[in-house]
């Protein structure tokens, strides 16, 4: 019984340690295990690691630079715009909840739904420029901007903000607020401006939240396949639609790289992971300061 009250912790979170260790590390074990070329009698007998080999050039590492580039503006504009959405929230909506109810709506849709919806919506001929012929902003259909299969991946990065905004908002809202409520009357008293509160409690408080959060959306987008599949261009090679193509339309002999490319996502998601860790551990010793003086 004492040892059940000193590890009272490790109990409550042994049922969800014992999902992740078996489905999460079990399924990266195996998946790296078929990348080095193990599984010979399924996948064929090749020499070990010819997955990796193959895949070290000049076109897969572009890809890798576009897909982690992708994926690093998603989780940054994500993460600033829902701050500021949160911030609004939090100072206006106190009683406005069909606010906070109107942020919980994306949550109900998939991504792979919101991509077609998105898609339906934004492209040439879709209801934006429908509206736009109709009011004569625009003399035809070709004229309204592309957003979908673009150069610069428009599309993409507004079907993520649609569902990845959202969630920044609704992780750090309750914190925020509850923030605002505590320190306002003691920053007003000490003379301190709104903006200054911000600076120099908000941000230094919520920051590991507020990263951590980014950090999610990074990894999610990193290794998404739907919204790149049906709204980026195929000149962009991103990472999880080139695995997709690699598992399913070229053979069995060619899963493993497949494999390979998801884990090196993996480590790459888990790599910044463990540098924002660093970072933040020098920070408190530093006194969680946000900002010099």
């Given at each position: 019984m004492n040892l059940f009250n000193r590890h009272k912790g490790l109990m409550g979170i042994l049922p969800a340690l014992l999902f992740v260790i078996f489905f999460f590390v079990g399924g990266f074990v195996q998946s790296f295990f078929i990348s080095i070329g193990g599984e010979e009698s399924f996948y064929g007998k090749y020499e070990s690691f010819w997955a990796y080999k193959e895949l070290w050039n000049p076109s897969f590492f572009h890809s890798l630079g576009v897909t982690v580039g992708m994926a690093a503006t998603v989780s940054v504009t994500a993460g600033i715009l829902g701050f500021i959405i949160a911030l609004l929230l939090a100072t206006m909506s106190y009683r406005r909840t069909w606010l906070q109810i109107l942020f919980q709506l994306p949550f109900g849709v998939p991504h792979l739904l919101a991509a077609y919806l998105l898609a339906q919506v934004f492209m040439q001929t879709g209801w934006y420029s429908r509206v736009a012929f109709r009011l004569?902003?625009?003399?035809?259909?070709?004229?309204?901007?592309?957003?979908?299969?673009?150069?610069?991946?428009?599309?993409?990065?507004?079907?993520?903000?649609?569902?990845?905004?959202?969630?920044?908002?609704?992780?750090?809202?309750?914190?925020?607020?509850?923030?605002?409520?505590?320190?306002?009357?003691?920053?007003?008293?000490?003379?301190?401006?709104?903006?200054?509160?911000?600076?120099?409690?908000?941000?230094?408080?919520?920051?590991?939240?507020?990263?951590?959060?980014?950090?999610?959306?990074?990894?999610f987008a990193l290794g998404a396949y739907e919204i790149p599949a049906l709204m980026a261009r195929t000149s962009f090679g991103l990472i999880p639609v080139l695995a997709w193509q690699e598992y399913t339309q070229f053979g069995l002999e060619r899963q493993p790289i497949a494999f390979a490319m998801n884990i090196i996502l993996a480590l790459v998601s888990f790599l910044i992971g463990c540098a924002l860790l660093m970072l933040q551990k020098n920070w408190y010793k530093k006194g969680r300061r946000a900002w010099k003086s």
């Open positions: 004569g902003l625009i003399d035809s259909y070709e004229a309204f901007p592309i957003l979908l299969h673009d150069q610069w991946g428009v599309g993409v990065l507004l079907a993520y903000m649609w569902k990845e905004i959202p969630f920044i908002v609704l992780l750090i809202y309750p914190f925020l607020k509850k923030i605002l409520e505590e320190w306002k009357d003691t920053v007003k008293m000490l003379g301190g401006s709104f903006s200054q509160m911000i600076r120099w409690v908000v941000i230094p408080i919520l920051l590991p939240l507020w990263v951590g959060g980014m950090w999610v959306v990074f990894a």
